[in-house]
């Protein structure tokens, strides 16, 4: 059986998405047949969505001239793709954060979106960075695209990590219960019995 994985573009999303179908494939034993993977995102495949399409987090999954074609409206699409080709066709399970090889299913073929479009996940004080990138990785599969973390907790996250939220093409919102992060000078909070504060935090 051969399988070839192509990724169309450069972005490193969609690279990173021929990196993860070709780790499954080889770890649940090269299920499938025999064709052509091509993955891209519609702009990569010769026609540039709109910029709602592009907004939108959706994809599609087509045989289509001999080749399996993992079309995605953005990157992170593309990305969602490829896990939803991995859990059917390869049986890949991420029910839980440890992930096991099961049954493959037979293929849904077709277009998928999400049916919110900001699909989120708040860490505001849980400080285990072993923690925190499992949910990085486990949230991408589960077509989460927004991740909320407090600009403390921020502020402790490695660079490995930051580099694997953006691998995936995560929205990051960053927010917090103290408002010295607008201020020049993060140590200690705002004292709000000072009339000065909103005249700092404007400027």
């Not at 709109?50 to 999954?61: L, M, P, V």
């Not at 691998?167 to 200690?188: A, I, M, P, Q």
Request: charged fraction near 30%; glycine fraction near 8%.
């Amino acid at each position: 059986m051969t399988i070839i994985v192509r990724a169309l573009g450069e972005h490193q999303t969609v690279r990173f998405a021929k990196e993860e179908l070709e780790r499954y494939m080889l770890k649940s034993g090269n299920r499938g047949q025999d064709e052509l993977i091509l993955l891209g995102t519609t702009a990569d495949f010769g026609r540039q969505p709109n910029k709602e399409e592009e907004e939108t987090d959706r994809f599609s999954i087509n045989r289509m001239n001999g080749e399996l074609q993992i079309i995605g409206t953005n990157p992170r699409s593309v990305l969602y793709g490829v896990y939803q080709y991995c859990k059917e066709a390869l049986g890949c399970n991420w029910s839980s954060i440890y992930e096991w090889i099961g049954e493959p299913q037979e293929l849904s073929t077709g277009y998928f979106e999400g049916r919110m479009k900001r699909r989120g996940y708040c860490i505001e004080n849980y400080d285990d960075i072993a923690f925190i990138s499992k949910m990085v990785d486990w949230q991408a599969k589960h077509f989460t695209n927004e991740l909320f973390f407090t600009f403390m907790l921020w502020d402790k996250l490695t660079d490995e990590i930051k580099e694997n939220i953006a691998k995936r093409d995560y929205k990051v919102t960053l927010g917090g219960h103290c408002l010295h992060y607008l201020g020049e000078s993060r140590e200690g909070c705002i004292q709000f019995g000072d009339e000065l504060w909103q005249e700092r935090i404007i400027q």
